[in-house]
């Protein structure tokens, strides 16, 4: 069972800063993961998928890069609406696993 | 546009059971493999269960193995879930997601459902 691990657990950062968000996983899963982002009461928001593929309507300042076990997730100038826990996950084998999340804080 | 609105959440006994609904629209639901992931409390994502966008396959998390049951009902554009014997483990919110890629079993999820909080506490 793929375990996949995300730091830091959580970031307190001011707008307009560069955030890299990390996450690793213990065995390689090629580029089959994706990212997310979550605001607290609403559902999973998709921004990245497969490893550095913008989904549909995601700003530009969000990008993904990496393979095998080390990925990780930029968002390139911080903007307030960006707050919320973020998570990766694989899909490259079963079970499917997220990460346990870190959460971005605006400063 | 594509909607997935859940519903059949609420407050149940330990030990009893729940049907969850998922109904979606706006696109060919028989082309896509569908999940269910819950999130308990303050806590992060877990896969619960999968059906495939040909119905033929169905995967439990382990958690969950022989007590829930996935389903779909094309003419209905419909997930289910149907959980039984259930514990104070399972309180989450529950939420239907599309793969978002066709014809696929695995990949990330482009479309959530606003979720369903399931209780279970007597």
């Known amino acids: 069972e793929i375990v996949m691990t995300q730091s830091p657990a959580t970031l307190s950062v001011s707008p307009g800063e560069r955030v890299i968000l990390s996450c690793r996983a213990s065995?390689?899963?090629?580029?089959?993961l994706a990212w997310y982002q979550q605001k607290p009461g609403q559902a999973p928001r998709l921004l990245i998928y497969?490893?550095?593929t913008r989904a549909t309507g995601v700003p530009a300042r969000f990008s993904g890069s990496g393979f095998g076990t080390e990925f990780t997730l930029t968002i390139s100038s911080l903007q307030s609406e960006d707050f919320g826990v973020y998570y990766c996950?694989?899909?490259?084998?079963?079970?499917?696993?997220f990460g346990q999340g870190t959460r971005v804080e605006i400063k | 546009q594509v909607q997935l609105v859940e519903s059949g959440g609420g407050v149940v006994q330990p030990g009893r059971s729940l049907r969850l609904s998922c109904v979606v629209s706006?696109?060919?639901?028989?082309?896509?493999?569908m999940y269910w992931v819950r999130q308990a409390p303050g806590k992060g994502l877990e896969w619960v269960a999968v059906?495939?966008?040909?119905?033929?396959?169905?995967y439990y998390a382990d958690s969950v193995k022989g007590r829930f049951t996935i389903s779909r009902d094309s003419s209905k554009n419909t997930v289910f879930l149907q959980m039984n014997s259930l514990g104070p483990e399972d309180t989450a919110v529950y939420y239907c997601?599309?793969?978002?890629?066709?014809?696929?079993?695995?990949?990330?999820?482009?479309?959530w459902g606003q979720g369903t909080l399931v209780t279970v506490s007597s």
């Open positions: 706006g696109f060919s639901f028989d082309t896509y493999t």
């Open positions: 059906v495939t966008y040909d119905a033929v396959n169905k």
């Open positions: 996950q694989q899909y490259n084998y079963w079970p499917l696993a």
């Open positions: 065995q390689t899963v090629s580029t089959n």
């Open positions: 497969p490893a550095s």
């Open positions: 997601a599309r793969v978002g890629r066709t014809s696929v079993t695995r990949g990330g999820f482009d479309y």
